[in-house]
């Protein structure tokens, strides 16, 4: 796996790198500084994964990834801070990063990085119990346009709330396989994999 960092503290990054070359698996293909770089890098060398820091002068993380995705829409770009601030996170979402973890979490930097560069959404567990209290506006998207009915667009509210399918039954008086068939025309209709890919779609899309 080629990834590459950017943070402009370069203790941080040269610990980052050091932790993730132990890693047999990881290739850090190059370092940066800012969020300007972090484009420039990411053009050079197209990296598996940009492991990046959101708070940068210059160009901050969430800039940079909203130019990175705007360029290269299939860019997984995970993003590492010290703070769980709620606008971080809801932007974070909106733009389309792959990833948003806590720096001290040092232990999941490796796993997230393996789950993001097979097409997957992390979210650090102090992170994750957050979203679902984020955002509960009415949605402006146009499911229709996506053949997503109201029963649809009910059960992906409730997936991006966090409930389970035995609780979205409960909630609206269906069978759990009912709830589970609805999830499966969902995720065909949407073309997602998962119900946290439902979710974070649900999120992007507010």
């Given at each position: 796996?080629?990834?590459?960092?950017?943070?402009?503290?370069?203790?941080?990054?040269?610990a980052l790198k050091t932790i993730l070359?132990?890693?047999?698996?990881?290739?850090?293909?190059?370092?940066?500084?800012?969020?300007?770089?972090?484009?420039?890098?990411?053009?050079?060398?197209?990296?598996?994964?940009?492991?990046?820091?959101?708070?940068?002068?210059?160009?901050?993380?969430?800039?940079?990834?909203?130019?990175?995705?705007?360029?290269?829409?299939?860019?997984?770009?995970?993003?590492?801070?010290?703070?769980?601030?709620?606008?971080?996170?809801?932007?974070?979402?909106?733009?389309?990063?792959?990833?948003?973890?806590?720096?001290?979490?040092?232990?999941?930097?490796?796993?997230?990085?393996?789950?993001?560069?097979?097409?997957?959404?992390?979210?650090?567990?102090?992170?994750s119990s957050k979203i679902p209290g984020?955002?509960?506006?009415?949605?402006d998207f146009d499911y229709a346009a996506?053949?997503?009915?109201?029963?649809?667009?009910?059960?992906?509210?409730?997936?991006?709330?966090?409930?389970?399918?035995?609780?979205?039954?409960?909630?609206?008086?269906?069978?759990?396989?009912?709830?589970?068939?609805?999830?499966?025309?969902?995720?065909?209709?949407?073309?997602?994999?998962?119900?946290?890919?439902?979710?974070?779609?649900?999120?992007?899309?507010?």
């Amino acid at each position: 796996m080629k990834i590459i960092i950017v943070d402009d503290d370069c203790l941080v990054s040269g610990a980052l790198k050091t932790i993730l070359e132990a890693s047999r698996e990881i290739q850090v293909a190059a370092v940066g500084a800012d969020g300007s770089e972090a484009v420039t890098l990411y053009r050079e060398y197209r990296p598996d994964v940009l492991l990046m820091d959101i708070r940068m002068k210059k160009m901050s993380g969430l800039d940079a990834a909203a130019a990175i995705l705007s360029e290269f829409p299939d860019a997984k770009i995970l993003l590492l801070t010290t703070f769980s601030d709620d606008e971080y996170i809801v932007k974070a979402l909106k733009i389309g990063a792959k990833g948003y973890i806590l720096k001290q979490d040092y232990a999941s930097i490796v796993p997230s990085l393996k789950s993001v560069c097979t097409g997957q959404t992390v979210f650090g567990n102090e992170i994750s119990s957050k979203i679902p209290g984020l955002l509960h506006s009415s949605a402006d998207f146009d499911y229709a346009a996506l053949d997503i009915n109201t029963r649809e667009l009910e059960i992906i509210r409730l997936i991006a709330d966090g409930l389970s399918n035995r609780e979205i039954a409960g909630t609206l008086f269906l069978s759990e396989g009912t709830v589970r068939n609805y999830l499966s025309s969902i995720l065909d209709k949407l073309q997602l994999r998962d119900r946290t890919q439902v979710a974070v779609f649900y999120y992007q899309h507010l």
